[in-house]
């Protein structure tokens, strides 16, 4: 399974984003998903969440009304749409696969990660 985080940038607080991440290798049917993200000098957090069938999704919540989760099976794709953003949201953000279901959430173990697309709000 390899998967590949897109669309980051530089933006301005209130400013929206989205991020892409595509699976290949496997069909994106078969994994739940999550977003995770890591700001300079924290530990990785993690932003939501979802299952997969995307029935069921989960946020964290410092982004729980801003931040939206969703996933297009049919193009092994999921993503991350950002609304009102704001400097506590710049970081890295990964995305990462788990082959089983969300058995805790967002706090769920992944077991495949993908490498980060870098989110810079400034004001």
């Known amino acids: 399974v390899q998967l590949q985080a897109s669309g980051g940038g530089s933006v301005q607080t209130g400013d929206s984003l989205r991020l892409s991440c595509a699976l290949s290798g496997r069909f994106l049917s078969s994994y739940s998903m999550g977003w995770f993200r890591q700001a300079p000098g924290k530990a990785r957090e993690a932003v939501a969440a979802i299952t997969k069938s995307g029935h069921l999704t989960y946020y964290a919540d410092s982004v729980k009304g801003r931040f939206t989760i969703s996933r297009v099976n049919a193009e092994n794709t999921v993503y991350l749409q950002m609304m009102s953003l704001n400097s506590e949201d710049t970081a890295v953000y990964y995305c990462?696969?788990?082959?089983?279901?969300?058995?805790?959430?967002?706090?769920?173990?992944?077991?495949?990660w993908g490498q980060g697309t870098l989110v810079t709000v400034s004001s």
């Open positions: 990462a696969a788990k082959s089983s279901t969300l058995t805790a959430g967002i706090r769920s173990r992944f077991d495949y």
